[in-house]
């Protein structure tokens, strides 16, 4: 039986053939990018990302399928020391997490087939599809994604967020969130950033970027507590 849970940024789904972790965008390296430009920042993103995916398969277990949808690297036309490492640091941990990891390319993924060369068990697609799930990067279309056998898009890129306010309007924080709705005969579900240095756009203020135009009011919301593995569903993006 097909199944879909909502695991913190992550996404499991049991598609009957397979369980598959969807994981969104990465940007690994974006540390030594802006240190390349003359901003200082610490380079502790990698180690908090990986205690995150530790209360992760903490939760979910070994899956035979781990889906990265895009932009796993930061640079677009080279690849930064950081991203070598931090990249074939996170291809390390998770080769015991599964069977095999699959990179749909994202728009910042040019260069980023010499790494995954150095890992047999990692596989750089255009996108993904395992039975009536596609997986793509979510900024360009494809053909496939028409066929009559695919029910299901998971797609990255637009690092949706939603900003609340409390009472009063005293105080507005932004969320992660993922938004899922329909479009034509498809059911599509747009998985946030796992990226923690942005927080990502909200769909009433921007355009999220993606190939499709999709009517997201339409889309349920589902909100990631901050920190936690816990995701809420606030209703439909139109009434919030």
Same mark, same amino acid.
């Given at each position: ?55 992760? %398969? ?17 640079? %677009? ?57 596609? %997986? ?105």
């Amino acid at each position: 039986m097909e199944s879909v849970e909502y695991v913190g940024k992550c996404l499991l789904i049991n598609s009957g053939e397979r369980r598959i972790l969807a994981v969104g965008d990465l940007h690994l390296g974006w540390e030594e990018n802006l240190n390349r430009s003359g901003v200082l920042v610490s380079r502790q993103m990698f180690e908090e990302m990986i205690e995150y995916f530790d209360k992760v %398969f903490g939760e979910v277990g070994r899956v035979e399928d781990i889906v990265l949808l895009g932009d796993v690297k930061h640079r %677009f036309g080279s690849i930064m020391k950081q991203e070598w490492s931090d990249a074939l640091g996170l291809f390390d941990y998770l080769k015991d997490k599964c069977e095999k990891i699959v990179i749909v390319k994202g728009n910042h993924d040019a260069v980023l087939e010499p790494i995954v060369k150095q890992r047999s068990n990692v596989f750089l697609m255009n996108y993904y599809a395992c039975g009536k799930w596609l %997986f793509m990067h979510g900024n360009r279309d494809f053909a496939e994604s028409y066929n009559k056998e695919i029910k299901n898009w998971v797609v990255g890129h637009g690092h949706p967020a939603i900003k609340i306010s409390e009472p009063g309007g005293s105080k507005i924080e932004k969320f992660k969130c993922f938004l899922v709705g329909k479009w034509k005969d498809k059911n599509v579900i747009i998985v946030p950033s796992f990226f923690d240095a942005s927080g990502g756009s909200d769909p009433r203020e921007n355009d999220l970027g993606l190939a499709w135009k999709f009517k997201l009011e339409k889309f349920n919301v589902k909100v990631v507590s901050d920190g936690m593995l816990e995701v809420l569903d606030f209703g439909k993006l139109k009434e919030l």
